[in-house]
């Protein structure tokens, strides 16, 4: 499986709602990412597992927030958040620390708020 | 600060036309990559360039890493529709930073 799966895939939500995005993957990757990407504009990072564990937070609001619950799988929980979020939503994973390969990226969640 | 920077940002050819788009940064990589990415999918890894000067081909694409490996290029010969999408270089730094160029908008027009 050389795959990351990310759910839903597209997701239109008010700016009271919470709802969560899922992303996984069985590569035995021990890195994975989350992505944020404007139209036709490279992605910018947002947050970084390494071993299950938070290592890179790029000054993201906390009306993000992610969660890793294993090696497989990555959320991210979304709360009260404004139109400008609009966007779509990437998760990559990769083999740490080598980053020379490369990251497998998933299809993205397409988000929308109104 | 943009660490690499794509040129040309945009770029609207005719269906077999030659193309190259360039990645430039005034830092040093320990690796280059090259993403192609379709509209509402992700990134595609098309290929990573690890030693200055290499040059590696990948059907009608050629890819080169600048021999001092802060730059690099991406030649397409006889474009065709399905080429359109959004490219993006990526560079490893040698403290194992990673980042994304500022990305080339490519359309090709049948």
């Known amino acids: 499986d050389t795959e990351v799966t990310q759910t839903p895939k597209h997701l239109v939500m008010g700016m009271t709602n919470k709802k969560s995005l899922k992303c996984e993957q069985h590569m035995g990757h021990r890195a994975m990412y989350w992505y944020k990407q404007k139209a036709k504009k490279p992605p910018e990072l947002m947050f970084v597992?390494?071993?299950?564990?938070?290592?890179i937070n790029e000054s993201v609001p906390s009306r993000f927030s992610p969660e890793c619950p294993n090696s497989s799988l990555l959320n991210l929980h979304l709360h009260a958040l404004q139109p400008e979020d609009s966007a779509l939503y990437l998760c990559a994973s990769s083999q740490e620390g080598i980053t020379a390969y490369g990251y497998t990226f998933g299809s993205g969640t397409r988000l929308t708020v109104v | 600060t943009q660490l690499l920077e794509q040129s040309p940002q945009f770029l609207s050819i005719q269906e077999g036309e030659n193309l190259t788009v360039y990645c430039n940064s005034s830092?040093?990589?320990?690796?280059l990559q090259w993403y192609r990415q379709e509209p509402g999918e992700g990134p595609v890894l098309l290929v990573t360039v690890v030693t200055g000067g290499e040059v590696k081909k990948l059907k009608r694409l050629t890819f080169q890493f600048g021999d001092a490996r802060k730059d690099s290029s991406l030649h397409i010969t006889a474009a065709q529709p399905g080429d359109t999408g959004l490219y993006l270089c990526a560079g490893a730094s040698t403290g194992n930073q990673f980042y994304f160029g500022t990305g080339t908008s490519l359309t090709v027009i049948p």
């Open positions: 830092s040093v990589f320990s690796s």
């Open positions: 597992y390494s071993y299950e564990k938070l290592s």
